[in-house]
């Protein structure tokens, strides 16, 4: 199929959907959707002059990523540039510094608020001001949805409908308690403010950090960082703890030492020859913690030692160079330069290639802890231990060279 003639058939798939037909597997229109809401949303406390009010002319937006329909992938990648694009371009060094010149003078700017949160909170304020970077390029990225017409969507068709159909709700709640429909502005999957909530985390995570009455996620800076840095404070957050260092990996040792399950003290790892790549001491209090390697990009870029930071920022984004980017975000706003190893020579995530290879090595006894086609440690890890045992050269890089061989290798199915 022509992507022109595909052009057509979504169009065409679309307008049925949009107008609220019954799915091929029988699943309920949209209109049915809606109307079946209704019990959970009064139970949830929203009246129904705001349900009504709320889903008044609303139709699904067919456009977003990870919707459960015929033909279209439904892996969750589609869309999201942690999953599609090359390390190098993701974690471009021009944008980087962009956004760290304007965090260094935001943390001047909101220097009283920032302290506030660190002494109250317990997050350091270059953190949180790199969270705010990512997501919202500190307030200047519009944010393109309605959250409300994105999570109906989801919850409706999407790929995981209960987490969706459950922050919908939660949404209904927020427009319930006087936010304005108008401030619901969200990315494609729901996220609303200046550092990106999910509806779930508003009435948990919120903060009023000037006691105004209001906790404003969507205008006031304070309080939307404040609100962010309870996030990572709720998701185990290690007070004074950095989330990682870059590493130089000995040549006795490879990528292949990636991923949690092979974490070590910083003391283990430095009897392996594994040192810091800026050339500094661990410091005292490293010599005991737990870390694990981290290879992004494989071997074709700078591995990190990551700690329990690290972990806490993906659960914000389950994304390695997401963490990465706002990790060292954090760090050149604080003053720190550039990665000392460079990017490059991986070229973009293959979402298909990616899940075929994770497909073939589970087949062939490798722990594959899901097939999903995305990149992460566990994958690169799998991808070295293949490597080494076929005598290849180890760059734990899903590529297309890699699948050949793995396609021509009789053992495997």
Known sequence: MTPFIRRIVWFFVGLILAAGAATADDRPSFAQFVAGLWPDAQAAGVSRATFDKTFAGLQPNMKIPDLDLPGRPSDGSQGQAEFTRAPKAYLDEAYLERLAATGRKLAVEHKADLAKIERDIGVDRYSILAIWGRETAFGTHKLPHDAIEVLATLAWTGRRKEL????????????????????MRSSWAGA??????????????????D?????????????????????????????????????VIPTSSDCGFEGPTQARSIADWQQLGYRRADGQPWGEKYQVVEAYLMSPAGAYGPSFFVFE??????RYNMSDLYAVFVGHLADRIAGKGDFVHAF????????????????????????????????GSNTRKIIGLYQRANGLKVDCWPSDAVLSHIRSTAALP
């Open 164 to 183: 969706f159909r459950n922050e919908l709700i939660e949404a209904l709640k927020m427009l319930q308690s006087g936010v304005a429909r108008s401030d």
């Open 344 to 375: 490059g020579g991986t070229g973009a995530q293959k979402t298909k290639v990616i899940q075929e290879i994770q497909t073939r090595l589970g087949k062939a006894g490798y722990e594959v802890e899901k097939v999903d086609g995305k990149v």
């Open 192 to 209: 609303v403010g200046l550092t990106q909530f999910m509806p779930s985390e508003y009435f948990t995570h919120a903060r009023d950090l």
């Open 309 to 314: 930071n690290y972990k806490v920022i993906r």
């Open 211 to 247: 006691e105004d009455g209001r906790k404003d996620i969507f205008r006031d800076v304070g309080d939307a960082l404040a609100s962010g840095a309870a996030q990572l404070a709720g998701k185990g957050w290690v007070r004074g703890q950095t989330w990682g260092y870059e590493v």
